[in-house]
């Protein structure tokens, strides 16, 4: 699942003001080499443009994104936009590193 930050224009997220959730830590990943999203049990990988704003936010595995994201979209009153999601395309950065591939007809 990869996942825009709509609504960018109005409001941006950037990640260090993303270290102020209560409930949910940007916190270093040794092992992959990243920054993550983490709510005590469950994680989100999220990239950043050159200007420390959030544009792309990455499920991996299992995880159970729903309180990470309900969280954002509270405290920054933006919406996620899944990739498969038409708008995708109208909130995507340039910044993005996300490539959409469309097979068949649509």
Not at 25 to 31: G, Q
Not at 33 to 57: M, P, Q, R, S
Request: glycine share 4%; proline share 0%; net charge negative.
């Amino acid at each position: 699942m990869f996942l825009a930050v709509g609504h960018r224009k109005d409001k941006i997220m950037k990640n260090k003001i993303l270290e102020s959730l209560e409930d949910i830590k940007v916190i270093f990943d040794k092992k992959q080499d990243t920054e993550i999203l983490f709510d005590g049990t469950n994680y989100l990988h999220f990239a950043c443009d050159k200007n420390k704003n959030v544009i792309d936010i990455f499920r991996y595995g299992r995880n159970d994104e729903t309180n990470i994201l309900e969280a954002l979209e509270k405290e920054f009153e933006v919406s996620m936009i899944d990739e498969h999601d038409e708008e995708y395309q109208n909130f995507q950065s340039d910044d993005t590193n996300v490539v959409t591939i469309t097979m068949g007809d649509k």
